[in-house]
């Protein structure tokens, strides 16, 4: 059965401390992995997709990294601003149509 | 970056009335839309696939009777919650695919709270 567990569940950041979330997946072949932002009481925004192991995509403070089993999330330098939900999602190799198979994400505080 | 909009942001009903709620791309054609809910401090939940011109396909549990979701067009996808309990209140929540590409993006989401 294809499925996605991010970890940690929530997690406490200081300003300026960097981390990592993860995203661990099995699927039945990846057709891609999907990274997105959550904020409360709103709709996911995209952030990044990965297609193959050794993928890396960056933007602002984020920085996302895909291997065959996982994806990390790395966060460098956050600010308060970097707080909201952190999606993963995989889409299983098919038609381009498939539905995205969701973890339940990390909550990402950020305090200064 | 592509833009979906969704309408009603927030609505509130009376248990036994229909509420529907639209979806659309605005910068682009979706040839596919689906149509999430979420629970409070739990991820999506895929309810139906709809693509343009056809039939939606619906998740196992989720009943298509009370559910009437329509893709009349390229841009526009609707999702009717008939004779709504308060069992269906949550936050809805659709998305559409880029015709060619993967990327889904999502919309702002609908609150629906039924009395």
């Known amino acids: 059965e294809d499925q996605v567990t991010q970890s940690p569940e929530a997690l406490r950041l200081q300003e300026g401390e960097s981390s990592s979330l993860n995203c661990s997946y099995t699927v039945s072949g990846l057709r891609g992995l999907f990274w997105y932002r959550q904020d409360p009481g709103k709709g996911p925004e995209f952030l990044f997709t990965?297609?193959?192991a050794g993928e890396e995509k960056e933007k602002e403070r984020l920085k996302a990294t895909l291997t065959k089993k996982e994806s990390f999330l790395h966060i460098t330098a956050p600010k308060p601003e970097d707080s909201a939900t952190y999606l993963c999602?995989?889409?299983?190799?098919?038609?381009?149509?498939?539905?995205?198979?969701f973890g339940k994400g990390t909550t990402l505080s950020v305090s200064s | 970056g592509a833009v979906v909009s969704q309408h009603p942001s927030r609505v509130i009903c009376k248990s036994g009335t229909s509420v529907k709620i639209e979806c659309r791309s605005l910068?682009?054609?979706?040839?596919?839309m689906f149509w999430y809910r979420q629970f409070p401090k739990q991820s999506l939940m895929l309810m139906a696939t709809s693509n343009e011109g056809s039939k939606a396909t619906y998740e196992q549990g989720v009943e298509k009777d009370k559910f009437l979701i329509n893709h009349a067009s390229l841009t526009l996808s609707t999702l009717t919650v008939t004779s709504a309990h308060p069992e269906d209140s949550s936050f809805y929540i659709c998305?559409?695919?880029?015709?060619?590409?993967?990327?889904?993006?999502f919309g702002p989401g609908t609150r629906l709270t039924v009395l």
């Open positions: 999602a995989v889409q299983a190799a098919g038609q381009a149509g498939t539905a995205l198979i």
């Open positions: 998305s559409a695919r880029d015709h060619g590409l993967d990327t889904q993006y």
């Open positions: 910068d682009f054609q979706a040839t596919t």
């Open positions: 990965l297609y193959s």
